[in-house]
């Protein structure tokens, strides 16, 4: 008997990285192996030196295939087994390990958009539809699109185990959000990407394809974001830690801009529930602010905070590591580690 095992991977397309899938056949009981790939088809080698490692770092069971068949997510090596220059979770792992007894949690909102014959699933031949309004959390056919590709979706990842915590209808026609966490760094940010392959490999089954354009419709119809709650065992026992991390990310928040996905400035306008990208605010309870404290943290004095920047087309292992590296140090300064 044997066994298939998707091999997943995540390419070196600027300035968005994209996911790439192979699959292997193993024996029944086999470990699962190294592999290569040819990088000069993934923007990740030259042809005249192509080879590239695949290096399994997350396993879980594949929805799809069902069986004793695995989803195999991959770190991407040089042949010499260092990580490559498009390999963003080697240097999440220092930064998490470094910061590991502060106990960093992490759940990202994963916002995304169905397209369909060049247009977003839902907008009619020609035109637009009604103005948003009624389109989020929305129930019924003139307010919801793609409601059988989210379900079928939202049902893969939790039998691959993964950690998805909802699902909601956006402002946005065609548009959806999926949770995942709380976990930590790396384990939030590999099972989010394992949940976008499955998003995109699901959605074409319904000849439906899922983007992460951060504004896929120009105008006044809101973007797509990966809205990105945070805490630390310091945050979630005081305020005077929450304070200090919402401090801590102004004064470095250009670095967070430039690290929280390609064409920010589309999406973060003022407008439509976001702060201005060129600058930094945080509030109680303000979804115009570029960090939200929610009310409940204010009143019980401990939580969480939520980064409203990140873009829906983000590389989840950048920006935990920019927040990780950023909140802790500034905590630990503080003496609030």
């Not at 990842?157 to 026609?173: K, W």
Request: net charge negative; glycine share 10%.
């Amino acid at each position: 008997m044997s066994y298939k095992a998707e091999y997943i991977w995540i390419d070196g397309t600027q300035p968005t990285a994209r996911l790439r899938s192979k699959t292997k056949i193993l024996a029944d009981g086999a470990e699962l192996p190294l592999w290569g790939f040819d990088g000069s088809s993934t923007n990740q080698a030259p042809g005249k030196s192509s080879d590239c490692v695949l290096k399994p770092v997350f396993t879980c069971p594949d929805p799809i295939r069902g069986g004793n068949d695995v989803l195999v997510l991959c770190e991407v090596l040089d042949t010499d087994m260092t990580p490559h220059p498009s390999n963003t979770r080697a240097r999440l792992r220092e930064v998490a390990e470094r910061f590991a007894d502060q106990d960093s949690w992490f759940g990202i909102e994963q916002e995304y958009t169905f397209f369909k014959d060049g247009r977003p699933l839902g907008f009619p031949v020609g035109g637009f539809p009604a103005p948003q309004g009624f389109y989020y959390c929305g129930v019924g056919a003139d307010e919801v699109f793609g409601r059988d590709i989210v379900e079928a979706h939202l049902e893969a990842c939790l039998e691959a185990g993964l950690a998805i915590s909802g699902i909601n209808a956006e402002v946005m026609p065609g548009q959806w959000e999926f949770q995942v966490g709380p976990a930590g760094p790396l384990e939030v940010s590999d099972q989010l990407w394992v949940a976008r392959w499955l998003l995109y490999r699901i959605a074409e089954e319904f000849d439906v394809s899922a983007t992460l354009d951060p504004k896929p419709v120009k105008g006044d119809w809101n973007g797509a974001g990966a809205h990105t709650n945070f805490s630390t065992k310091a945050m979630r026992a005081g305020y005077d830690a929450i304070i200090t991390a919402c401090e801590a990310l102004g004064e470095k928040s250009q670095e967070h801009i430039a690290g929280y996905g390609a064409e920010i400035e589309h999406r973060l306008t003022g407008m439509h529930e976001t702060a201005p990208w060129s600058e930094y605010s945080y509030g109680v309870s303000n979804r115009g602010a570029s960090v939200r404290i929610p009310w409940q943290v204010e009143v019980e004095k401990q939580g969480y905070i939520e980064d409203r920047r990140p873009n829906a087309n983000c590389d989840p292992y950048v920006v935990t590591r920019l927040i990780v590296g950023t909140c802790c140090e500034a905590l630990e300064k503080a003496g609030l580690a």
